[in-house]
């Protein structure tokens, strides 16, 4: 099992719709969530942290998180074709360990 | 506010040929951390220094070296390069203390030819 699991979609949806991103995580002990938005090419830039249960909103984002199912969410709202990047989902336990990514495309 | 910087930008080299990689943090700063990610992939954590001393290492081997300054610039050593080692090398600054958020730089790519 990875330590940290994400869909890599990739996962479409039209524009000023909610995109759903997931992400599972197998260290119980882990702290500190993160979510990470990378265009092609480019870094990561952090976009999104939390840290206790329940949800964090910071404009059109919103984070979830669920440490008894080890899970953790990321909301878009009205998603725009410049949130089309890949998402990345980081955990923190001891040091900082990254899923896979989800591509996500915002269409017209 | 200065971010995180790191250079080269780009560096081609040479199965066997060793390679040096340089990051200064974001101002504030005290922490570095280094990640290779890979085309299609997540960043894979190599190393991480605070206080001039590595103080956590992932899966990689004796081949990745480091070093931090004590002005927290830091360095990624990697020796007998192979193809594989071809990726984007991020390097992360951060604070030891508090929420522990890591900010990137703009990342190197190393091609192994």
């Known amino acids: 099992q990875k330590e940290v699991e994400q869909n890599s979609g990739p996962l479409s949806v039209p524009e000023g719709a909610i995109a759903s991103l997931n992400c599972t995580y197998s260290d119980r002990v882990s702290q500190s969530f993160f979510w990470y938005r990378q265009y092609s090419g480019k870094s990561p830039e952090l976009i999104m942290s939390?840290?206790?249960?329940g949800d964090k909103e910071d404009g059109r984002f919103t984070a979830q998180l669920n440490k008894a199912s080890q899970y953790v969410s990321l909301l878009i709202r009205d998603s725009q074709p410049s949130d089309s990047a890949t998402y990345l989902c980081a955990v923190r336990g001891g040091k900082l360990t990254f899923g896979q990514g989800t591509i996500l495309t915002v269409h017209p | 506010d200065a971010g995180v910087t790191q250079s080269p930008t780009h560096l081609i080299k040479t199965r066997g040929q060793q390679v040096t990689l340089r990051c200064s943090p974001k101002s504030g700063h005290d922490t570095v951390s280094w990640y290779q990610q890979a085309l299609g992939q997540g960043p894979q954590f190599i190393f991480q220094y605070y206080e001039e001393e590595e103080r956590q290492r992932g899966n990689f081997p004796d081949r990745f070296s480091g070093h931090q300054f004590p002005n927290y610039s830091s360095e990624l050593n990697v020796n007998a390069l192979l193809l594989g080692d071809s990726a984007l090398y991020l390097c992360?600054?951060?604070?030891?203390?508090?929420?522990?958020?890591?900010?990137f730089g703009p990342g190197t790519r190393l091609t192994v030819t």
């Open positions: 939390i840290y206790s249960n």
């Open positions: 992360a600054s951060s604070l030891v203390t508090g929420a522990h958020e890591q900010y």
